[in-house]
């Protein structure tokens, strides 16, 4: 059983950083690709971000190009999102997503298979 758990929100100032995890057990990342979503309050779950397989290539949200870095350690079986001058308007669960096995490229909004519980983000003004 795949399970994703991300970890790494909280509560922080604008201007600030955070790093979001999220830990693959059950299975192997090495050869998905994998994304991260995010649902603020009263709208529905945005892309964010994604990365192939690899590492090689990544993707993002026009809202998240230049703060957002998504990275992924296939050896420890885990994912970042790394979030620079965050913004109220970053406020939101960030969700982890993974596609099935052996998917190549980039996957569009709707190919994940499986996702976390989420990870509560909130940027004071």
């Known amino acids: 059983q795949v399970q994703l758990v991300e970890s790494g929100g909280g509560l922080v100032q604008a201007g600030g950083s955070l790093r979001l995890s999220c830990a693959a057990s059950?299975?192997?990342?090495?050869?998905?690709?994998m994304g991260w979503f995010r649902q603020a309050p009263g709208k529905e779950r945005e892309f964010v971000a994604a990365?192939?397989?690899?590492?090689?290539?990544?993707d993002y949200a026009d809202s998240a190009k230049g703060r957002f870095t998504i990275s992924r350690d296939n050896a420890k079986n885990t994912v970042y999102l790394q979030i620079d001058s965050l913004k109220p308007e970053d406020t939101g669960v960030y969700y982890c997503?993974?596609?099935?096995?052996?998917?190549?490229?980039?996957?569009?909004?709707?190919?994940?298979?499986?996702w976390g519980q989420g990870t509560q983000v909130t940027v004071s003004s």
């Open positions: 990365i192939n397989w690899s590492g090689a290539r990544t």
């Open positions: 059950g299975t192997t990342i090495g050869s998905r690709a």
């Open positions: 997503a993974a596609t099935g096995l052996h998917y190549s490229g980039l996957p569009t909004r709707d190919t994940y298979a499986y």
